[in-house]
T-cell receptor, first 114, second 112 residues
Framework: AQSVAQPEDQVNVAEGNPLTVKCTYSVSGNPYLFWYVQYPNRGLQFLLKYITGDNLVKGSYGFEAEFNKSQTSFHLKKPSALVSDSALYFCAVRGVEGRRALTFGSGTRLQVQP | DSGVTQTPKHLITATGQRVTLRCSPRSGDLSVYWYQQSLDQGLQFLIHYYNGEERAKGNILERFSAQQFPDLHSELNLSSLELGDSALYFC???????????FGSGTRLTVV
């Protein structure tokens, strides 16, 4: 079975400060990892993914994430937060083998204060 | 516009009724996934179809069913609706080798 944990329900950060949204995963074999963002009354928008290769993945809107196999983590980061980054963020995983559907974490609400 | 189209956007219905949600995948995508997003359960995978065939089932209730048609659009049928079925229902599409999943904007179902 595969699973994702997002340990923080909410992350608060001041505009201009760096932000981190945490994610750890469990999957058999190698993982494919994803981050999505959801704005109010909107669908899920893709931010970035790790499939293979460089552990540091760069994505949309200045976000990046670092794959750490030994810690089974895939934390989302941004050097300088914007108020417009305030949204609900989901980490997701699927195994290289087996079921193709993504398994999502419970989500972390990011609140960026002006 | 993500390229994945879901209709209707909103649906209000009474308990015990049956509804059908529709999803048109992005052009060229053969896979369709259905997810349910509720406040207490988060995003739950329901079912996956690939090129008309069921590939995997997740936490889908027996009252729910789905199918994918030859033109690759998919429908999710929800019957004997209960208050607890109120949720956002998303579909996503993908293609082999792409490892990308594109989500539609969802159907918000309210059961009263």
């Amino acid at each position: 079975a595969q699973s994702v944990a997002q340990p923080e329900d909410q992350v608060n950060v001041a505009e201009g400060n760096p932000l981190t949204v945490k994610c750890t995963y469990s999957v058999s074999g190698n993982p494919y990892l994803f981050w999505y963002v959801q704005y109010p009354n909107r669908g899920l928008q893709f931010l970035l993914k790790y499939i293979t290769g460089d552990n540091l993945v760069k994505g949309s809107y200045g976000f990046e994430a670092e794959f750490n196999k030994s810690q089974t983590s895939f934390h989302l980061k941004k050097p300088s937060a914007l108020v417009s980054d305030s949204a609900l963020y989901f980490c997701a995983v699927r195994g290289v083998e087996g079921r193709r559907a993504l398994t999502f974490g419970s989500g972390t609400r990011l609140q960026v204060q002006p | 516009d993500s390229g994945v189209t879901q209709t209707p956007k909103h649906l209000i219905t009474a308990t015990g009724q049956r509804v059908t949600l529709r999803c048109s995948p992005r052009s060229g995508d053969l896979s369709v996934y259905w997810y349910q997003q509720s406040l207490d359960q988060g995003l739950q995978f329901l079912i996956h179809y690939y090129n008309g065939e069921e590939r995997a089932k997740g936490n889908i209730l027996e009252r729910f069913s789905a199918q994918q048609f030859p033109d690759l659009h998919s429908e999710l049928n929800l019957s004997s609706l209960e208050l607890g079925d109120s949720a956002l229902y998303f579909c996503a599409s993908s293609r082999e080798g792409n490892y990308g999943y594109t989500f539609g904007s969802g159907t918000r179902l309210t059961v009263v």
